[in-house]
């Protein structure tokens, strides 16, 4: 490739603020759900490559066929993708993309295609737009993609704080994690934490079913607990997990966890998991963040509570890793049901891509 930027680059970052900012200096998205790409595109050839720089064309063959069609002969542009379908993102079909096999990804690319929503323009034929304005680089975007169709987009943009905060309750229905905030002025900094994220955070009380040892310290340190909701049958559903402990707190776990240990597997609503893992709502199922790490799980007596935050759900899963906030002992396991859980209405995607101007 002859761009002005070689593959793979670092992406610019976001860091997380908890309330809307309101800055006439700011520029606003909705914050996409899917897997972060940067595309290069020269000609016939397209390198697509993921947020840890790795290559991801093989998994998206049906994306460079439009790339090629729809993207400018020579640009690099950062957006993400996604698989839009009619109750919104669906990011765990987008999880099974990431195959080993070529024949599966092949069958896949045609059963569940993927979308590239394009947010940020980086090069242009022989120029490298990373110290340009970002609000200079979003009206070329916008140029540069004037003609682009489906599965190729441009994602919305508002500079009105108030359409910001209507998207951020209304588009989460359709899968979108939150709102993104970016400073006109902002150039493309990568590796830097120069855009503000503003994504959607509740908590909720959960069973702690079982637990995962620490890659650091099997047998001395847990990596992670297990969560389980109740369903409206009664089934206790594995709906994630949360790791988020100091390594300090990690091996206290392990003696605090202990006495749940003993006959947890005699009675457990998962017992017929155990050493599973092809199944996608198992403790055991695997991911893109999962590759050769090991999936064995240790079960728990379901006896007790705890509060975790949560930024969204997919299907009847967390989308993320949920925040550990604190132990219920005053909850009893059965009250964890998913009536807890705040629901919001689908938001149909078609508004938001017709909003592009796509």
């Given at each position: 490739?002859?761009?002005?930027?070689?593959?793979?680059?670092?992406?610019?970052?976001?860091?997380?603020?908890?309330?809307?900012?309101?800055?006439?200096?700011?520029?606003?998205?909705?914050?996409?759900?899917?897997?972060?790409?940067?595309?290069?595109?020269?000609?016939?050839?397209?390198?697509?490559?993921?947020?840890?720089?790795?290559?991801?064309?093989?998994?998206?063959?049906?994306?460079?066929?439009?790339?090629?069609?729809?993207?400018?002969?020579?640009?690099?542009?950062?957006?993400?993708?996604?698989?839009?379908?009619?109750?919104?993102?669906?990011?765990?079909?987008?999880?099974?993309?990431?195959?080993?096999a070529k024949s599966r990804v092949e069958k896949l690319s045609k059963e569940i295609p993927t979308s590239f929503v394009a947010f940020d323009l980086l090069a242009e034929g022989d120029e490298d737009l990373t110290?340009?304005?970002?609000?200079?680089?979003?009206?070329?975007?916008?140029?540069?993609?004037?003609?682009?169709?489906?599965?190729?987009?441009?994602?919305?943009?508002?500079?009105?704080?108030?359409?910001?905060?209507?998207?951020?309750?209304?588009?989460?229905?359709?899968?979108?994690?939150?709102?993104?905030?970016?400073?006109?002025?902002?150039?493309?900094?990568?590796?830097?934490?120069?855009?503000?994220?503003?994504?959607?955070?509740?908590?909720?009380?959960?069973?702690?079913?079982?637990?995962?040892?620490?890659?650091?310290?099997?047998?001395?340190?847990?990596?992670?607990?297990?969560?389980?909701?109740?369903?409206?049958?009664?089934?206790?559903?594995?709906?994630?997990?949360?790791?988020?402990?100091?390594?300090?707190?990690?091996?206290?776990?392990?003696?605090?966890?202990?006495?749940?240990?003993?006959?947890?597997?005699?009675?457990?609503?998962?017992?017929?998991?155990?050493?599973?893992?092809?199944?996608?709502?198992?403790?055991?199922?695997?991911?893109?963040?999962?590759?050769?790490?090991?999936?064995?799980?240790?079960?728990?007596?379901?006896?007790?509570?705890?509060?975790?935050?949560?930024?969204?759900?997919?299907?009847?899963?967390?989308?993320?890793?949920?925040?550990?906030?604190?132990?219920?002992?005053?909850?009893?396991?059965?009250?964890?049901?998913?009536?807890?859980?705040?629901?919001?209405?689908?938001?149909?995607?078609?508004?938001?891509?017709?909003?592009?101007?796509?």
């Amino acid at each position: 490739m002859s761009l002005p930027l070689k593959p793979p680059i670092e992406p610019m970052l976001a860091k997380l603020v908890r309330e809307m900012p309101d800055d006439a200096e700011l520029l606003y998205e909705p914050k996409w759900d899917g897997f972060r790409a940067i595309v290069f595109r020269d000609g016939d050839d397209v390198y697509i490559q993921s947020r840890e720089k790795r290559p991801l064309v093989r998994y998206f063959p049906e994306l460079v066929e439009a790339i090629r069609e729809h993207f400018p002969e020579r640009v690099v542009v950062d957006g993400e993708i996604v698989i839009a379908t009619d109750d919104g993102l669906d990011f765990s079909a987008l999880q099974l993309r990431l195959h080993p096999a070529k024949s599966r990804v092949e069958k896949l690319s045609k059963e569940i295609p993927t979308s590239f929503v394009a947010f940020d323009l980086l090069a242009e034929g022989d120029e490298d737009l990373t110290g340009v304005p970002f609000e200079e680089r979003r009206r070329r975007l916008e140029a540069a993609f004037a003609s682009a169709s489906s599965p190729i987009h441009v994602t919305p943009i508002t500079e009105d704080v108030e359409v910001a905060r209507d998207w951020f309750a209304r588009f989460e229905g359709a899968g979108l994690d939150g709102v993104m905030a970016k400073k006109r002025s902002q150039i493309y900094e990568p590796k830097k934490r120069a855009m503000q994220k503003i994504k959607h955070r509740r908590t909720v009380d959960c069973v702690a079913a079982g637990f995962r040892w620490h890659k650091n310290g099997p047998g001395t340190l847990i990596g992670s607990l297990l969560l389980g909701l109740y369903d409206a049958e009664g089934n206790l559903q594995h709906v994630g997990i949360t790791s988020s402990f100091k390594m300090d707190y990690r091996e206290k776990l392990v003696t605090e966890l202990e006495p749940l240990r003993e006959g947890a597997l005699d009675a457990h609503p998962w017992a017929s998991w155990a050493g599973a893992e092809e199944h996608q709502r198992k403790p055991g199922m695997g991911s893109r963040w999962s590759v050769g790490k090991d999936l064995s799980w240790e079960p728990l007596r379901v006896e007790r509570v705890i509060e975790v935050a949560y930024d969204g759900l997919q299907g009847r899963r967390f989308r993320h890793a949920a925040s550990f906030v604190r132990w219920r002992p005053d909850r009893e396991p059965a009250s964890c049901t998913y009536a807890q859980l705040e629901i919001t209405p689908p938001f149909e995607l078609q508004k938001i891509f017709r909003a592009s101007g796509s």
